[in-house]
């Protein structure tokens, strides 16, 4: 059974840091790109960054470019998103998804994995 499960979300004030993980099981890990996504409250779900397995390039929602970082340890089955310089506008429900690549239509990664895990709530107070 594939399962994804994100965690490290939190309260945090504006310009502080999380990281976030995404801990995969039952599928070969490193033959999938992991992404993650978020959705805010009454907007719909977005691609924050994703991570291919082919080569390891990474890709970046504009709006988190230069503030997050995505890394992922093959050895744990564990993806990372470090978030730094956290804006109010980060708030949402982070998840952490699991794809054979990372799709995109220019600079936005679509929400189209095949495997999603549960959220984790990160809200960041101003």
């Known amino acids: 059974e594939v399962q994804l499960q994100a965690s490290g979300g939190g309260l945090v004030q504006a310009g502080g840091s999380l990281r976030l993980s995404c801990a995969a099981s039952?599928?070969?890990?490193?033959?999938?790109?992991i992404g993650w996504f978020r959705q805010a409250p009454g907007k719909e779900r977005e691609g924050v960054s994703c991570?291919?397995?082919?080569?390891?390039?990474?890709y970046y929602a504009d709006s988190v470019k230069g503030r997050f970082t995505i890394s992922r340890d093959n050895a744990k089955n564990t993806v990372y998103l470090q978030m730094n310089s956290l804006k109010p506008e980060d708030t949402a429900v982070y998840y952490c998804?699991?794809?054979?690549?990372?799709?995109?239509?220019?600079?936005?990664?679509?929400?189209?994995?095949?495997?999603w895990g549960k959220g984790t709530q990160v809200t960041v107070s101003s």
């Open positions: 039952g599928f070969t890990f490193d033959d999938y790109a």
């Open positions: 998804a699991a794809d054979s690549g990372c799709t995109r239509i220019g600079n936005t990664i679509l929400s189209v994995m095949d495997y």
């Open positions: 991570m291919d397995s082919s080569d390891g390039r990474t």
